[in-house]
């Protein structure tokens, strides 16, 4: 039985930006009243945590990640009391809501950094990361360096000149985001504080932003250092002091050995995002082996036991490829990104189902395997139903477009012109309203919305699946095989990464004496000592073996 305070081992999570949900108010922007109104669907669906990207009051240069106030609510989406609202009825269904916290960065519009630049003596001009000349941390690299490439292709590294302060500042994304100081005190001060304000109002935890940029070295690439996890302790240290059963989700697009300093001896954060297995899951269908994702997985050290790992397919960004080598990256390019508007820094620019060239094999396959190997998924918003994308929208904008319910020409996500949308519908005849919505797929038993709704409920119930012990179990490369157990059960998961049959046989043992499908396309036959199993194209079967 898992303890009430360990829920985000088994949950399901579920990114939803507010502004492209649902506009409850028909202005023709999705708001926290829209999105409260949608929690049965969500509910429904088998989501157990929803993830709000920031909804804090900003000017939008990097989709809110740009903060220019920690304490309040973009007036357009709500105040919040809607946000309690959301709170209340959410946990009224046993749903957790998290929110992302950015304590990377401010936008230079956030009172603070005014502050700093017009008042260098005063409380607020050591909050940022000021310079004489630009000359240090020149190892960091770029991040955003299509844009910096183009926009300022003879600035330093991550340095920009204020003129009212008359010095550098640093800034680890874009100029428009000042990095805050974690050298000074006052600054974690504030940001507890900022912490604090959320949680007493009822949130869950938080996605803890792009967190291995904290704290800068000179002669290092400034990603990682101990200062940075320092700081994670103290943040963890406050929030199990004063609001224990709160989590934290760290956001560290880093390799596995780094990423697991993140947790600590679970005393930083409880949860991780496993950036370099998202991209081997894409690598390994469309090379028909399962190498490359075995291969990260065997490199995963162990977590502490009170931690879970995040996993996730896509989510508000690119797809990232900062967690590959150079030859993979170029060759995921080439053939996932055959379109150079698809290209984005180190990554693509496309949702999941285009992705898949929306072939239902693939895309259920992938999400098969999401769903039971280690961590809790994370799935982004639209792609229960196969949303596309549209290349044609600036930076990552392309892969916000409004959630799509029904077929009408507003997709049922506002009354309001779609003109006056901040993104625009997606309106191609593949993937526009007319032929992916949620309306029509809840009324088809076999569309992706009802499959997906049908194979969570299945992993919900079999706790092998979510709490389980992993067993890569190394078999044909062209069949990702493993097993999952835990309490005496076992689950195996096997799964055709080609797209012709494949017959393959798991020493299951000899005296079992029957198994359950679970899920999938698969003949399944008692063979010597186990089971044959033979998995249509792009198939896939869960099975218990019962003794
Ligand atoms: O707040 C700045 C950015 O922080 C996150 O960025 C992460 O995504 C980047 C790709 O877009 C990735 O390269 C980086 O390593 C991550 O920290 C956030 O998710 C972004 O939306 C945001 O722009
Ligand atoms: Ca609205």
């Not at 507010?18 to 669907?41: E, H, P």
């Not at 009825?89 to 960065?105: L, S, Y």
């Amino acid at each position: 039985m898992i303890d009430n305070s360990e829920w985000f081992k088994s949950a399901v999570f579920y990114e939803v930006l507010v502004r492209s949900f649902a506009d409850s108010d028909g202005n023709g922007i999705g708001d926290l009243a829209g999105l409260t109104g949608k929690l049965d669907y969500l509910k429904d669906l088998g989501i157990d945590c929803l993830w709000l990207p920031p909804f804090f009051p900003s000017p939008l240069r990097d989709g809110g990640y740009d903060v220019a106030e920690y304490r309040s609510v973009q007036p357009e989406l709500g105040t919040l009391d809607d946000l309690k609202r959301l709170l209340d009825e959410a946990h009224a269904r046993g749903m957790k809501v998290i929110t992302d916290f950015v304590m990377n960065h401010t936008s230079d519009q956030h009172a603070w950094f005014q502050a700093s630049r017009t008042n260098p003596d005063g409380p607020y001009g050591d909050f940022y990361v000021w310079r004489d000349s630009p000359d240090v941390y020149l190892d960091a690299r770029v991040i955003f360096y299509d844009y910096f490439n183009r926009e300022y292709p003879d600035n330093p590294p991550n340095w920009s000149f204020d003129e009212v302060r008359g010095q550098w500042y640093y800034h680890r994304f874009y100029e428009f985001q000042p990095d805050l100081n974690f050298e000074n005190p006052a600054v974690l001060d504030a940001i507890l504080d900022a912490i604090r304000f959320w949680l007493a109002l009822g949130v869950d935890g938080f996605r803890l932003d792009a967190v291995p940029y904290l704290v800068e070295q000179d002669g290092t690439n400034c990603e990682n250092l101990p200062g940075t996890h320092a700081i994670l302790k103290q943040v963890r240290a406050m929030v199990d002091a004063e609001f224990p059963g709160k989590i934290l989700l760290c956001e560290a697009n880093q390799w596995p050995d780094d990423v697991v300093e993140y947790f600590g001896d679970d005393d930083e954060c409880q949860m991780a995002f496993h950036f370099p297995v998202m991209p081997r899951l894409y690598m390994g269908l469309r090379q028909g082996s399962r190498q490359c994702i075995s291969q990260i997985l065997a490199a995963t050290p162990p977590i502490p036991p009170g931690c879970q790992w995040g996993t996730f397919l896509r989510n508000h960004d690119e797809l990232t490829l900062e967690m590959v080598t150079p030859d993979e990256r170029n060759w995921m390019w080439s053939e996932y990104a055959p379109d150079p508007r698809m290209k984005l820094n180190d990554g693509i620019r496309r949702r999941l189902a285009p992705l898949m060239d929306n072939d239902p094999r693939r895309i259920r396959l992938i999400h098969a395997m999401l769903l039971a190997l280690p961590g809790s998924p994370c799935l982004y918003y639209g792609d229960e139903i196969g949303m596309g994308d549209n290349i044609w929208l600036n930076d990552r904008d392309g892969v916000r477009t409004p959630m799509q319910w029904d077929d009408s020409p507003n997709a049922g996500f506002s009354d309001a012109d779609p003109s006056t949308y901040t993104y625009p519908l997606i309106t191609d005849a593949t993937y526009g309203p007319k032929a992916i919505n949620v309306a029509a797929q809840q009324a088809d038993p076999d569309s992706q919305l009802n499959w997906l709704k049908g194979i969570l409920a299945v992993r919900a119930a079999n706790p092998a699946l979510t709490l389980g012990t992993f067993t890569d179990l190394e078999g044909a490369d062209e069949v990702f095989t493993f097993s999952r157990s835990h309490d005496g059960t076992t689950v195996f998961a096997l799964n055709n990464l080609t797209e012709v049959p494949q017959t393959t046989s798991i020493a299951s043992g000899k005296d079992h004496g029957g198994f359950s499908l679970l899920a999938g396309a698969a003949d399944v036959v008692p063979a010597e000592a186990g089971l044959e199993v033979t998995l249509e194209p792009y198939g896939f079967v869960w099975l218990t073996v019962t003794a």
